[in-house]
Protein backbone atom coordinates (compact mmCIF):
# COMPACT_ATOMS: atom_id res chain seq x y z
CA UNK A 1 0.00 0.00 0.00
CA UNK A 2 2.91 2.53 0.98
CA UNK A 3 4.54 1.94 -2.66
CA UNK A 4 0.72 2.04 -4.28
CA UNK A 5 0.71 5.44 -2.49
CA UNK A 6 4.05 6.83 -3.49
CA UNK A 7 3.27 6.02 -7.33
CA UNK A 8 -0.20 8.21 -6.76
CA UNK A 9 2.28 10.71 -5.26
CA UNK A 10 4.25 11.00 -8.05
CA UNK A 11 1.86 11.01 -10.70
CA UNK A 12 0.26 13.76 -8.73
CA UNK A 13 3.29 15.82 -8.97
CA UNK A 14 4.21 15.26 -12.17
CA UNK A 15 0.78 16.71 -13.35
CA UNK A 16 1.60 20.15 -12.15
CA UNK A 17 5.40 20.69 -12.35
CA UNK A 18 6.05 24.19 -11.78
CA UNK A 19 4.03 23.76 -8.45
CA UNK A 20 6.01 20.83 -7.48
CA UNK A 21 9.37 22.75 -8.08
CA UNK A 22 7.93 25.77 -6.06
CA UNK A 23 7.72 23.55 -3.38
CA UNK A 24 10.35 21.88 -3.58
CA UNK A 25 12.65 25.29 -3.52
CA UNK A 26 11.23 26.68 -0.58
CA UNK A 27 11.84 23.87 1.72
CA UNK A 28 15.40 23.64 -0.28
CA UNK A 29 16.64 27.01 0.31
CA UNK A 30 15.10 27.07 3.69
CA UNK A 31 16.76 23.94 5.37
CA UNK A 32 20.05 25.23 3.37
CA UNK A 33 20.05 27.88 5.13
CA UNK A 34 19.23 26.57 8.12
CA UNK A 35 21.91 24.21 7.76
CA UNK A 36 24.98 27.01 7.13
CA UNK A 37 24.24 28.79 10.27
CA UNK A 38 23.87 25.44 12.04
CA UNK A 39 27.32 24.17 10.93
CA UNK A 40 28.61 27.33 12.09
CA UNK A 41 27.17 27.18 15.26
CA UNK A 42 27.41 23.84 15.70
CA UNK A 43 31.30 24.70 15.46
CA UNK A 44 31.62 27.25 18.22
CA UNK A 45 28.93 25.83 20.57
CA UNK A 46 30.57 22.51 20.78
CA UNK A 47 31.99 20.51 23.98
CA UNK A 48 35.71 20.79 23.06
CA UNK A 49 36.61 17.94 26.00
CA UNK A 50 33.20 16.09 26.71
CA UNK A 51 34.85 13.44 28.23
CA UNK A 52 36.75 15.75 30.56
CA UNK A 53 35.08 19.18 31.06
CA UNK A 54 33.33 18.73 33.92
CA UNK A 55 36.32 17.49 36.02
CA UNK A 56 38.61 20.57 34.63
CA UNK A 57 38.80 23.66 36.36
CA UNK A 58 39.83 27.17 36.20
CA UNK A 59 40.97 28.90 39.53
CA UNK A 60 40.39 33.04 39.51
CA UNK A 61 41.98 35.05 42.09
CA UNK A 62 41.10 38.56 42.70
CA UNK A 63 44.70 40.22 42.76
CA UNK A 64 43.66 43.61 42.10
CA UNK A 65 40.18 44.88 43.63
CA UNK A 66 36.91 45.39 43.68
CA UNK A 67 37.58 49.05 42.06
CA UNK A 68 39.28 47.39 38.85
CA UNK A 69 36.77 44.70 38.93
CA UNK A 70 34.09 44.19 36.00
CA UNK A 71 30.60 43.55 37.58
CA UNK A 72 32.42 42.00 40.72
CA UNK A 73 34.29 39.39 38.72
CA UNK A 74 37.89 38.75 39.04
CA UNK A 75 40.92 38.85 36.61
CA UNK A 76 40.54 36.28 34.22
CA UNK A 77 43.89 34.78 34.42
CA UNK A 78 46.63 35.15 37.19
CA UNK A 79 49.56 36.85 37.78
CA UNK A 80 53.05 34.95 38.11
CA UNK A 81 52.84 35.24 42.02
CA UNK A 82 49.74 33.60 42.48
CA UNK A 83 50.00 31.14 39.45
CA UNK A 84 53.36 29.70 41.23
CA UNK A 85 51.66 29.68 44.10
CA UNK A 86 49.15 27.73 42.79
CA UNK A 87 51.24 25.19 41.38
CA UNK A 88 53.51 24.88 44.53
CA UNK A 89 50.55 24.30 46.91
CA UNK A 90 49.95 20.98 44.74
CA UNK A 91 46.18 20.88 46.32
CA UNK A 92 44.83 19.25 43.11
CA UNK A 93 45.98 16.13 41.41
CA UNK A 94 46.50 17.52 38.38
CA UNK A 95 47.48 21.06 37.55
CA UNK A 96 49.42 23.21 35.06
CA UNK A 97 49.34 27.09 34.03
CA UNK A 98 50.31 28.11 30.78
CA UNK A 99 50.60 31.47 28.59
CA UNK A 100 51.12 32.23 24.90
CA UNK A 101 54.42 32.24 22.88
CA UNK A 102 56.10 32.79 19.77
CA UNK A 103 59.44 31.81 18.96
CA UNK A 104 61.07 31.74 15.68
CA UNK A 105 62.61 28.46 14.60
CA UNK A 106 65.40 28.47 12.63
CA UNK A 107 65.44 25.75 9.94
CA UNK A 108 68.35 23.22 9.57
CA UNK A 109 68.41 23.95 5.96
CA UNK A 110 70.74 27.61 5.66
CA UNK A 111 68.36 28.15 2.36
CA UNK A 112 65.36 28.08 4.15
CA UNK A 113 64.16 31.52 6.03
CA UNK A 114 62.93 31.41 9.56
CA UNK A 115 59.34 31.70 10.35
CA UNK A 116 57.68 32.11 13.38
CA UNK A 117 56.09 28.83 15.30
CA UNK A 118 52.96 29.86 18.12
CA UNK A 119 52.43 27.25 21.37
CA UNK A 120 52.25 27.62 25.19
CA UNK A 121 54.91 27.30 27.93
CA UNK A 122 53.44 25.05 30.30
CA UNK A 123 53.79 22.22 32.62
CA UNK A 124 54.04 18.40 32.10
CA UNK A 125 50.74 17.90 33.19
CA UNK A 126 48.85 20.16 30.49
CA UNK A 127 49.11 16.71 28.17
CA UNK A 128 47.66 14.25 30.11
CA UNK A 129 45.06 16.87 31.45
CA UNK A 130 44.03 17.79 28.52
CA UNK A 131 44.16 14.42 26.70
CA UNK A 132 46.88 15.13 23.93
CA UNK A 133 47.50 12.47 21.25
CA UNK A 134 51.11 12.00 20.45
CA UNK A 135 52.70 10.63 17.14
CA UNK A 136 55.70 10.35 18.49
CA UNK A 137 57.04 10.44 21.84
CA UNK A 138 55.17 11.87 24.66
CA UNK A 139 55.46 14.86 27.23
CA UNK A 140 58.61 15.62 29.22
CA UNK A 141 58.51 14.61 33.28
CA UNK A 142 58.20 16.45 36.44
CA UNK A 143 62.01 16.47 36.43
CA UNK A 144 62.02 18.30 33.39
CA UNK A 145 59.92 21.33 34.56
CA UNK A 146 62.05 21.41 37.91
CA UNK A 147 65.39 21.24 36.36
CA UNK A 148 64.58 23.88 33.46
CA UNK A 149 65.62 22.05 30.72
CA UNK A 150 65.45 22.73 27.20
CA UNK A 151 62.79 20.56 25.93
CA UNK A 152 60.04 21.08 23.39
CA UNK A 153 56.91 19.41 22.42
CA UNK A 154 56.17 20.04 18.60
CA UNK A 155 52.84 19.38 16.19
CA UNK A 156 52.72 17.11 13.62
CA UNK A 157 52.47 19.95 11.18
CA UNK A 158 55.54 21.28 12.32
CA UNK A 159 57.43 17.75 12.08
CA UNK A 160 56.28 17.74 8.54
CA UNK A 161 58.00 20.92 7.72
CA UNK A 162 61.37 20.01 9.62
CA UNK A 163 61.69 16.53 9.22
CA UNK A 164 59.58 15.53 6.41
CA UNK A 165 57.21 13.59 9.13
CA UNK A 166 59.86 11.56 10.34
CA UNK A 167 60.32 10.67 13.95
CA UNK A 168 62.36 13.11 15.27
CA UNK A 169 62.17 12.47 19.32
CA UNK A 170 65.89 13.58 20.44
CA UNK A 171 67.03 15.46 17.78
CA UNK A 172 67.04 19.32 18.35
CA UNK A 173 65.53 22.62 16.72
CA UNK A 174 66.87 25.90 17.56
CA UNK A 175 64.35 28.69 18.37
CA UNK A 176 65.44 32.05 19.12
CA UNK A 177 68.67 31.55 19.00
CA UNK A 178 68.34 28.29 21.90
CA UNK A 179 68.59 25.05 21.10
CA UNK A 180 65.36 22.56 22.09
CA UNK A 181 65.53 18.84 22.50
CA UNK A 182 62.62 17.22 20.93
CA UNK A 183 60.68 14.68 23.32
CA UNK A 184 57.36 14.48 21.43
CA UNK A 185 55.25 14.81 18.24
CA UNK A 186 51.87 15.23 19.10
CA UNK A 187 48.90 14.10 16.66
CA UNK A 188 46.27 17.09 15.01
CA UNK A 189 45.29 18.29 18.21
CA UNK A 190 43.50 21.84 17.95
CA UNK A 191 40.10 21.81 19.74
CA UNK A 192 37.56 24.63 19.18
CA UNK A 193 36.89 26.49 20.85
CA UNK A 194 40.14 26.50 22.26
CA UNK A 195 39.25 26.31 25.79
CA UNK A 196 42.02 26.27 27.67
CA UNK A 197 43.18 29.96 26.43
CA UNK A 198 40.42 32.14 25.89
CA UNK A 199 42.19 34.48 28.00
CA UNK A 200 44.19 35.53 25.11
CA UNK A 201 41.93 35.26 22.40
CA UNK A 202 42.65 32.22 20.66
CA UNK A 203 39.54 30.57 20.89
CA UNK A 204 40.03 29.99 17.19
CA UNK A 205 43.66 30.75 16.38
CA UNK A 206 45.55 28.41 13.99
CA UNK A 207 46.35 25.09 15.76
CA UNK A 208 49.42 24.88 18.32
CA UNK A 209 52.83 23.87 17.06
CA UNK A 210 55.37 24.10 20.21
CA UNK A 211 55.32 23.56 23.69
CA UNK A 212 57.94 24.01 26.27
CA UNK A 213 58.38 24.05 30.07
CA UNK A 214 56.83 27.17 31.83
CA UNK A 215 59.82 27.25 34.23
CA UNK A 216 61.92 27.58 31.30
CA UNK A 217 60.31 30.21 29.69
CA UNK A 218 60.32 32.38 32.98
CA UNK A 219 64.63 31.74 32.83
CA UNK A 220 64.68 32.16 29.22
CA UNK A 221 62.47 35.76 29.62
CA UNK A 222 60.53 34.42 26.66
CA UNK A 223 57.96 36.87 26.50
CA UNK A 224 53.81 36.61 26.10
CA UNK A 225 52.74 35.89 23.29
CA UNK A 226 49.04 36.53 24.39
CA UNK A 227 47.55 38.79 26.20
CA UNK A 228 48.66 41.31 29.13
CA UNK A 229 46.22 42.78 31.49
CA UNK A 230 47.32 45.22 34.16
CA UNK A 231 44.81 46.65 35.58
CA UNK A 232 44.27 50.20 36.23
CA UNK A 233 48.52 51.03 34.71
CA UNK A 234 47.52 49.94 31.58
CA UNK A 235 51.01 48.99 30.02
CA UNK A 236 53.48 46.37 31.85
CA UNK A 237 56.81 47.20 33.43
CA UNK A 238 60.07 47.99 31.81
CA UNK A 239 61.39 45.39 32.96
CA UNK A 240 61.01 41.76 32.48
CA UNK A 241 61.57 41.04 36.43
CA UNK A 242 59.46 43.69 37.53
CA UNK A 243 56.67 42.49 35.39
CA UNK A 244 57.02 38.91 36.78
CA UNK A 245 56.65 40.08 39.77
CA UNK A 246 54.06 42.49 39.69
CA UNK A 247 50.06 42.60 39.56
CA UNK A 248 50.00 41.81 35.81
CA UNK A 249 47.75 39.23 34.97
CA UNK A 250 48.50 36.81 31.71
CA UNK A 251 48.71 33.30 32.86
CA UNK A 252 45.76 30.65 32.40
CA UNK A 253 45.52 28.36 35.24
CA UNK A 254 43.69 25.12 34.99
CA UNK A 255 43.60 21.96 38.14
CA UNK A 256 41.31 18.53 37.63
CA UNK A 257 39.29 17.64 40.01
CA UNK A 258 37.65 14.55 40.00
CA UNK A 259 34.75 14.65 42.76
CA UNK A 260 32.65 17.12 44.65
CA UNK A 261 34.62 16.99 47.31
CA UNK A 262 37.69 17.37 46.04
CA UNK A 263 35.73 20.65 44.03
CA UNK A 264 34.59 21.70 47.49
CA UNK A 265 38.62 21.56 49.23
CA UNK A 266 40.05 23.61 46.64
CA UNK A 267 37.26 26.09 46.70
CA UNK A 268 38.41 26.17 50.58
CA UNK A 269 42.24 26.24 49.44
CA UNK A 270 41.47 29.66 47.55
CA UNK A 271 39.57 31.37 50.18
CA UNK A 272 42.75 30.37 52.61
CA UNK A 273 45.33 31.54 49.96
CA UNK A 274 43.34 34.97 49.73
CA UNK A 275 42.91 35.39 53.10
CA UNK A 276 46.29 34.95 53.63
CA UNK A 277 47.14 37.47 51.14
CA UNK A 278 44.70 39.54 52.90
CA UNK A 279 46.62 39.17 56.14
CA UNK A 280 50.03 39.98 54.62
CA UNK A 281 48.83 43.02 53.41
CA UNK A 282 48.55 42.46 49.85
CA UNK A 283 45.02 42.18 49.58
CA UNK A 284 42.69 44.70 51.44
CA UNK A 285 39.89 43.65 50.32
CA UNK A 286 37.75 40.12 51.17
CA UNK A 287 38.64 36.99 49.18
CA UNK A 288 36.48 37.04 45.94
CA UNK A 289 37.77 33.78 43.80
CA UNK A 290 36.14 31.78 41.14
CA UNK A 291 36.74 28.09 40.17
CA UNK A 292 34.22 27.22 37.24
CA UNK A 293 34.23 23.93 34.85
CA UNK A 294 34.67 24.11 30.83
CA UNK A 295 30.81 24.80 30.39
CA UNK A 296 30.76 27.71 33.02
CA UNK A 297 34.02 28.90 31.36
CA UNK A 298 33.38 28.99 28.31
CA UNK A 299 29.65 30.78 28.66
CA UNK A 300 30.95 33.09 31.11
CA UNK A 301 33.73 33.84 28.18
CA UNK A 302 30.98 34.23 25.72
CA UNK A 303 32.70 31.47 23.86
CA UNK A 304 29.91 31.24 20.59
CA UNK A 305 29.81 34.35 19.22
CA UNK A 306 26.85 36.50 19.00
CA UNK A 307 26.26 36.36 15.24
CA UNK A 308 25.99 32.78 15.54
CA UNK A 309 23.29 32.69 17.32
CA UNK A 310 21.65 35.80 15.56
CA UNK A 311 22.15 33.86 12.25
CA UNK A 312 20.46 30.47 13.50
CA UNK A 313 17.56 32.80 14.63
CA UNK A 314 17.15 34.40 11.01
CA UNK A 315 17.45 31.04 8.95
CA UNK A 316 14.96 29.04 11.47
CA UNK A 317 12.51 32.12 10.78
CA UNK A 318 13.31 32.01 7.09
CA UNK A 319 12.74 28.02 7.24
CA UNK A 320 9.17 28.73 8.97
CA UNK A 321 8.31 31.23 6.20
CA UNK A 322 9.01 28.67 3.59
CA UNK A 323 6.95 26.24 5.73
CA UNK A 324 3.74 28.29 5.44
CA UNK A 325 4.18 28.46 2.21
CA UNK A 326 4.35 25.97 1.66
CA UNK A 327 1.04 24.75 3.44
CA UNK A 328 0.03 26.76 1.46
CA UNK A 329 0.96 25.44 -2.48
CA UNK A 330 -0.11 22.16 -0.14
CA UNK A 331 -3.34 23.08 0.48
CA UNK A 332 -3.98 24.58 -3.31
CA UNK A 333 -2.97 21.69 -4.61
CA UNK A 334 -4.95 19.05 -2.47
CA UNK A 335 -8.18 21.07 -2.44
CA UNK A 336 -8.22 21.44 -6.55
CA UNK A 337 -8.59 17.84 -5.57
CA UNK A 338 -11.21 17.35 -4.76
CA UNK A 339 -13.47 15.95 -7.11
CA UNK A 340 -10.99 13.10 -6.94
CA UNK A 341 -11.09 12.74 -3.00
CA UNK A 342 -15.17 12.42 -3.49
CA UNK A 343 -14.84 9.56 -5.77
CA UNK A 344 -12.39 7.73 -3.37
CA UNK A 345 -13.98 8.22 -0.16
CA UNK A 346 -17.02 6.87 -2.54
CA UNK A 347 -15.80 4.01 -3.90
CA UNK A 348 -14.91 3.03 -0.13
CA UNK A 349 -11.46 4.69 1.23
CA UNK A 350 -11.13 5.55 4.37
CA UNK A 351 -9.95 9.20 6.03
CA UNK A 352 -6.88 7.19 6.66
CA UNK A 353 -6.20 6.19 3.48
CA UNK A 354 -6.53 9.98 2.39
CA UNK A 355 -4.07 10.98 4.65
CA UNK A 356 -1.56 8.03 3.84
CA UNK A 357 -1.92 8.87 0.43
CA UNK A 358 -1.13 12.68 0.83
CA UNK A 359 1.56 12.58 3.72
CA UNK A 360 3.24 9.80 1.13
CA UNK A 361 3.03 12.70 -1.37
CA UNK A 362 4.39 15.47 0.85
CA UNK A 363 7.18 13.18 2.34
CA UNK A 364 8.29 12.70 -1.37
CA UNK A 365 8.40 16.98 -2.15
CA UNK A 366 10.41 16.42 1.07
CA UNK A 367 12.88 14.28 0.30
CA UNK A 368 13.35 16.23 -2.97
CA UNK A 369 13.40 19.32 -0.85
CA UNK A 370 16.17 17.85 1.19
CA UNK A 371 18.25 16.75 -1.49
CA UNK A 372 18.52 20.15 -2.97
CA UNK A 373 19.00 21.74 1.09
CA UNK A 374 22.10 19.34 0.70
CA UNK A 375 23.53 21.08 -2.27
CA UNK A 376 22.87 24.36 -1.85
CA UNK A 377 24.50 24.05 1.94
CA UNK A 378 27.59 22.44 0.56
CA UNK A 379 27.48 26.49 -1.84
CA UNK A 380 26.64 27.92 1.00
CA UNK A 381 29.64 26.81 2.86
CA UNK A 382 31.63 28.58 0.44
CA UNK A 383 30.42 32.42 1.28
CA UNK A 384 30.51 31.60 5.25
CA UNK A 385 33.15 33.80 5.37
CA UNK A 386 31.29 37.00 4.07
CA UNK A 387 28.97 36.64 7.17
CA UNK A 388 31.29 35.34 10.02
CA UNK A 389 34.80 36.38 10.44
CA UNK A 390 37.30 34.19 8.85
CA UNK A 391 38.29 32.10 11.84
CA UNK A 392 35.09 31.26 12.62
CA UNK A 393 34.21 30.42 8.96
CA UNK A 394 36.62 28.27 8.43
CA UNK A 395 35.31 25.35 11.17
CA UNK A 396 32.09 25.05 9.30
CA UNK A 397 31.99 22.38 7.12
CA UNK A 398 29.42 19.77 5.38
CA UNK A 399 29.92 15.98 6.67
CA UNK A 400 28.00 13.52 6.45
CA UNK A 401 26.01 13.65 9.94
CA UNK A 402 24.99 17.43 8.51
CA UNK A 403 23.71 15.74 5.11
CA UNK A 404 21.57 13.43 7.34
CA UNK A 405 20.37 16.12 9.51
CA UNK A 406 19.83 18.60 6.27
CA UNK A 407 17.69 15.32 4.36
CA UNK A 408 16.08 14.44 8.36
CA UNK A 409 14.97 18.35 8.22
CA UNK A 410 13.70 18.47 5.31
CA UNK A 411 11.11 15.51 5.48
CA UNK A 412 9.53 16.41 8.81
CA UNK A 413 8.89 19.43 8.35
CA UNK A 414 7.27 19.11 5.23
CA UNK A 415 5.28 16.27 6.69
CA UNK A 416 4.02 18.39 9.16
CA UNK A 417 3.35 21.35 6.99
CA UNK A 418 1.05 18.68 5.27
CA UNK A 419 -0.46 17.66 7.88
CA UNK A 420 -3.12 21.03 7.58
CA UNK A 421 -4.15 20.74 4.25
CA UNK A 422 -4.36 16.87 4.29
CA UNK A 423 -6.93 17.27 7.45
CA UNK A 424 -8.92 19.42 5.01
CA UNK A 425 -8.64 17.04 2.09
CA UNK A 426 -9.99 14.26 4.10
CA UNK A 427 -12.97 16.40 5.19
CA UNK A 428 -13.98 16.50 1.39
CA UNK A 429 -17.84 15.36 1.60
CA UNK A 430 -18.31 12.58 -1.17
CA UNK A 431 -21.91 13.43 -1.85
CA UNK A 432 -21.30 16.79 -2.43
CA UNK A 433 -18.51 15.85 -4.90
CA UNK A 434 -20.74 13.85 -6.44
CA UNK A 435 -23.63 15.93 -7.09
CA UNK A 436 -21.78 19.04 -8.19
CA UNK A 437 -20.27 16.87 -10.84
Excluded at 22 to 41: D, E, Q
Excluded at 57 to 62: E, K, L, M, N, S
Aim: glycine share 8%.
Amino acid sequence: MFVHNLRLGAASLRRNVLLTALMIMSIGFGVAASMVTFAVFRAVSGDPIPQKSAQLFVPQIDNRGPQYNRNGEPPEALNYTDAVALMRAHKAPHQTVLYAIGLSVMPADEHRMPFKAQGYATYNDFFSMFEVPFQYGGSWGGAEDESRSSVVVISRSLNQKLFAGANSVGREITMDDHAYRIVGVTEDWDPKPRFYDMFSGNAYANAVEIYIPFTLAIDQKVDTYGNNNCGSDGKRGDAHDGWVRGECVWISPWVELDSAAQVQAYRQFLDGYAKEQQSAGRFNWAPNNRLRNVHEWLDYEGAVPPESRISLTLALGFLVICLVNTIGLLLAKFMRRAPEIGVRRALGASRADIYRQFLAEASMVGVAGGLLGVVLTAIGMLGVGLVFEPHIARLAHLDVPLVLLALLLAIVATVLAAFYPTWRAAQVQPAWQLKSN
